[in-house]
T-cell receptor
Framework: DTGVSQDPRHKITKRGQNVTFRCDPISEHNRLYWYRQTLGQGPEFLTY????????KSRLLSDRFSAERPKGSFSTLEIQRTEQGDSAMYLCASSWGLAGGDEQFFGPGTRLTVL | KQEVTQIPAALSVPEGENLVLNCSFTDSAIYNLQWFRQDPGKGLTSLLL?????REQTSGRLNASLDKSSGRSTLYIAASQPGDSATYLC??????????FGGGTRVLVKP
């Protein structure tokens, strides 16, 4: 069990550029989540997949954000036309469950800085 | 809308003292409550998970209680050590499986 991994760990980009982050969940987990955390705050939910289906999206996920989980394995989160307000830690988590209330396991996060 | 609050926002104690961290939530219709530890610039490490039907959960020096009806949870850390210095986050899971987090309590244990 290698845990949840995220790549890259750090990303610095200029305003207006597109960025893409990758998350590899724990191998047997069917659920995958993305959260965003700004400095000094708790993480906020962005979106959630069960297998390859995206089941819920937060209102925080503007039309510049898109997430995919092809084949129900790894997931990517893309931000188009980045803005300075997108600077944050992007956290991925995974879990196994069929009903509700699974224990979620988090990756190390991707720190995004938009200049 | 579920809201989670953690008080205090920061806590400083001398080594050896017991730590008491509080978490409150507004909607008691939860599946579970998780406590996490976060070191600066790092991801979240799961410490304890309490299912909604449970009253408490223990792991080593950590003990967490849950009172769903009053919307409260408390994390106790016995005999604190400098290595316990971190931010502690609580989160509740409700319909849709997403976690709603509190703002965290930043703990400093002084040698």
């Amino acid at each position: 069990d290698t845990g949840v991994s995220q790549d890259p760990r750090h990303k610095i980009t200029k305003r207006g550029q597109n960025v893409t982050f990758r998350c590899d969940p724990i191998s047997e987990h069917n659920r995958l989540y993305w959260y965003r955390q700004t400095l000094g705050q708790g993480p906020e939910f962005l979106t959630y997949f069960q297998n390859e289906a995206q089941l819920e999206k937060s209102r925080l996920l503007s039309d510049r954000f898109s997430a995919e989980r092809p084949k129900g394995s790894f997931s990517t989160l893309e931000i188009q036309r980045t803005e300075q307000g997108d600077s944050a830690m992007y956290l991925c988590a995974s879990s196994w469950g069929l009903a509700g209330g699974d224990e979620q396991f988090f990756g190390p996060g991707t720190r995004l800085t938009v200049l | 809308k579920q809201e989670v609050t953690q008080i205090p926002a920061a806590l400083s104690v001398p080594e050896g003292e017991n730590l008491v961290l509080n978490c409150s939530f507004t909607d008691s219709a939860i599946y579970n409550l998780q406590w996490f530890r976060q070191d600066p610039g790092k991801g979240l490490t799961s410490l304890l998970l309490i299912q909604s039907s449970q009253r408490e959960q223990t792991s080593g020096r950590l003990n967490a209680s849950l009172d769903k009806s009053s919307g409260r949870s408390t994390l106790y850390i016995a005999a604190s050590q400098p290595g316990d210095s971190a931010t502690y986050l609580c989160a509740v899971s409700a319909a849709g499986n997403k976690l709603t987090f509190g703002g965290g309590t930043r703990v400093l244990v002084k040698p």
